[in-house]
């Protein structure tokens, strides 16, 4: 059964997100048979990388939010990561354009390695301060997860894998994505945000019910029986 999962570097939520998503695929008991697909989505499709910047001081000045309000929302996301053991570090993060990122997450699923991938790109992002529109630094991460350094240099270098982070976008548009995480179950149930593992892994449990039932040959019924052939070629 296949669960895709729209995602974008730069959002918190879809850091906690992936981290109560795992959870619930721990307590599944047929996590084996499912097939996770991580597709493209980007919050801020114009932003120009800011290297000299942290997102606190971008937030502000897109958002016309004050230093109070930032650190509020910020300070509230990091509570939520901490539930979920995972650790922001706002003050370090750069404002820095994903499309590179989500190219460099589309390459490692060639490689079947996209979930690798991004749990070392949110990491690099909110938790290392790293510019991750930078090719130096997709390289390295590149090779944490084993892929070739040369090989993943050329793609940076190239335009590789952008009509797929395009498709990917177009796709949660037809879909109705309007916020990330997204997450869709058997291309039938969506689960938008966050959410508690719990939630993901009921939506995990009726999905898996409906998909398995799907699978099994359906029994023929017949009001009428006439002359047949059985096995050995007997006939009556």
């Known amino acids: 059964m296949k669960v895709d999962i729209w995602s974008d570097v730069m959002c918190p939520f879809c850091y906690i997100g992936k981290k109560h998503f795992d959870e619930a695929?721990?307590?599944?008991?047929?996590?084996?048979?499912?097939?996770?697909?991580w597709k493209s989505f980007q919050l801020e499709p114009d932003l120009k990388t800011q290297p000299d910047k942290t997102v606190s001081e971008h937030l502000a000045e897109t958002k016309g939010w004050s230093d109070t309000q930032t650190a509020q929302m910020q300070q509230r996301i990091t509570m939520m990561g901490a539930n979920a053991d995972l650790t922001f570090n706002f003050d370090e993060a750069i404002p820095a354009n994903s499309f590179n990122a989500h190219r460099l997450?589309?390459?490692?699923?060639?490689?079947?390695?996209?979930?690798?991938?991004?749990?070392?790109?949110?990491?690099?992002?909110?938790?290392?301060g790293k510019n991750i529109d930078d090719s130096e630094v997709l390289i390295d991460l590149?090779?944490?997860?084993g892929l070739d350094k040369k090989e993943t240099q050329n793609v940076l270098e190239s335009?590789?894998?952008?009509?797929e982070v395009k498709e990917d976008i177009?796709?949660?548009?037809?879909?109705?994505?309007?916020?990330?995480?997204?997450?869709?179950f058997n291309e039938k149930y969506a689960v938008s945000g966050a959410q508690p593992a719990d939630k993901f892994l009921e939506v995990l449990q009726k999905s898996w019910k409906e998909w398995n039932k799907e699978q099994?040959?359906?029994?023929?019924?017949?009001?009428?029986?006439?002359?047949?052939?059985?096995?050995?070629?007997?006939?009556d």
């Open 25 to 37: 695929m721990t307590q599944f008991d047929y996590a084996d048979d499912i097939q996770v697909e």
């Open 105 to 128: 997450a589309h390459f490692a699923k060639s490689k079947g390695k996209d979930g690798r991938i991004e749990e070392v790109l949110f990491k690099a992002y909110f938790v290392d």
């Open 142 to 145: 590149s090779a944490k997860i």
């Open 159 to 163: 335009d590789k894998f952008s009509r």
């Open 170 to 184: 177009r796709d949660s548009q037809k879909v109705g994505v309007q916020g990330v995480p997204f997450f869709v």
């Open 216 to 235: 099994q040959p359906v029994p023929l019924n017949s009001d009428a029986e006439g002359p047949a052939c059985g096995p050995g070629g007997n006939c």
